[in-house]
C-alpha cells in the first residue's frame, strides 16, 4: 500500500503539482466551483497510477491544482 501510495505522490510531482494548502471534494452540484479555480495543472484520473476513478457520470474525473483566492488547490471534480 504505501509504495502505491509513494509511486502515486511521486506521478503528482513529476507533473508539476506541489503540496497544497488546501484539498477540495467536488460532490454532485458543486461543481461550478471548479470554474473559481484558475486551474494550472488539469488530470484525468485514469491518469494518474492507483487513483481511484468517479462512478458518477456527471462527475468530470479531474485532478485540478491551481489557485482559488491567494490559496493553492488540489480539488477532485
Same mark, same amino acid.
Given at each position: 500500500m504505501m509504495e502505491k501510495l509513494?509511486?502515486?505522490a511521486?506521478?503528482?510531482k513529476n507533473? *508539476? &503539482?506541489e503540496e497544497p494548502e488546501i *484539498? &477540495?471534494?467536488l460532490g454532485t452540484g458543486l461543481g461550478s466551483l471548479a470554474?473559481?479555480?484558475q486551474v494550472e495543472i488539469s488530470l484525468d484520473y485514469k491518469d494518474i497510477p492507483?487513483?481511484?476513478l468517479s462512478t458518477v457520470e456527471s462527475h468530470s474525473g479531474k485532478l485540478l491544482y491551481g489557485k482559488l483566492g491567494d490559496k493553492k488547490v488540489?480539488?477532485?471534480n
Open positions: 509513494k509511486e502515486t511521486s506521478f503528482l507533473r *508539476g &503539482i *484539498g &477540495i471534494i470554474n473559481d479555480v492507483h487513483f481511484p488540489l480539488v477532485m
